[in-house]
């Protein structure tokens, strides 16, 4: 079955940097769209930024000149670069994979971001 594992997330100070990586299973990941979301309590899930099929990026404005969003076919693993982060960075950051006809969609479990002022 399909399954999306996110990793890299944890605590860092303001102005730091983290990696996300979302490394996926049981698709053909050449095919699939992908997105990362942030959430933090209380508060509906947000886009932070999305990579089409053919690599194509698009960012939330928050995460525009701070995050970079890539993917690497050949290890089935999209990533999130975080730059410049910030204490309102700091949130629960998941994965999302879409099929290229936008009719499916898989999630992962999530990590957590913690940035310290």
């Known amino acids: 079955q399909v399954q999306l594992v996110e990793s890299g997330g944890g605590l860092v100070q303001a102005g730091g940097s983290l990696r996300l990586s979302c490394a996926a299973s049981g698709m053909t990941f050449s095919t699939f769209h992908f997105a990362w979301y942030r959430q933090t309590p209380g508060k509906e899930r947000e886009l932070v930024a999305t990579?089409?099929?053919?690599?194509?990026?698009f960012y939330a404005g928050y995460a525009k000149g701070r995050f970079t969003i890539s993917r690497d076919n050949a290890k089935n693993t999209a990533y999130l670069q975080m730059n410049s982060l910030k204490p309102e960075d700091t949130a629960d950051y998941y994965c999302r994979g879409g099929s290229i006809d936008l009719s499916t969609y898989y999630w992962g479990q999530g990590t957590q971001v913690t940035v310290s002022s």
């Open positions: 990579i089409t099929a053919s690599g194509t990026a």
